[in-house]
């Protein structure tokens, strides 16, 4: 089956079923499929620009704070949509480092509802995409580096795609995460501008 600008890897539904909902407005977007462990971005064409390994694992605190697993399915307004953001010197962000050298993807604030009967409602900011923690284990049994190092609720993914996103957002904003595939995770995500 042919997928998005030709490419087989990610089924042309995907690019189908998100254009439809975005034809004429000129954005890009990225989706991250849970089930894949991979986040693909799609430019303003309909095109596929890059699918890059990713994780949504979470540290136990999110998941005893708030009874999330991870980003639930569902569409989240993304925040810093011309180039991602620093939160300190940019000497600090290094592969290793939390974050990575290409800064962070902030989404906009957003409320989960539904998550569990002791989480029912729960509002969540600096939440994002990035990379960060090549070769560094977490403290999780998986001991996972890279893309696999538990977030705060973040998308992690590698270097390579925060770079090829990055340079893709200066030319072509990007306005949308997609999450997909995550089924193991309860709740749907509302942006707070919506409440």
């Known amino acids: 089956m042919a997928g998005c600008g030709g490419n087989s890897t990610l089924p042309a539904t995907c690019c189908r079923d998100l254009n439809r909902g975005f034809q004429g407005a000129n954005v890009s977007i990225l989706i991250y499929d849970g089930l894949r462990r991979s986040l693909v971005l799609v430019d303003r064409d309909g095109k596929q620009v890059g699918d890059w390994s990713a994780n949504n694992r979470v540290e136990n605190s999110v998941l005893n704070k708030y009874g999330l697993a991870g980003l639930p ?64 284990g977490d403290q999780s049994p998986m001991k996972g580096t890279g893309p696999d190092h538990v977030t705060r609720l973040c998308i992690r993914t590698t270097d390579a795609a925060m770079s090829m996103i990055r340079l893709t957002m200066l030319q072509d904003p990007i306005k949308t995460l997609n999450v997909r595939g995550n089924h193991h995770v309860k709740g749907h995500p509302i942006a707070l501008h919506h409440l």
């Open 73 to 136: 399915n569902g569409d989240y307004v993304v925040e810093d949509q011309h180039h991602p953001s620093y939160s300190g010197p940019r000497a600090d962000y290094k592969s290793s480092a939390r974050v990575g050298p290409a800064g962070i993807i902030k989404l906009k604030p957003f409320v989960v509802i539904g998550a569990s009967p002791e989480h029912k409602h729960s509002e969540h900011t600096n939440v994002g995409i990035h990379a960060g923690r090549k070769g560094v």
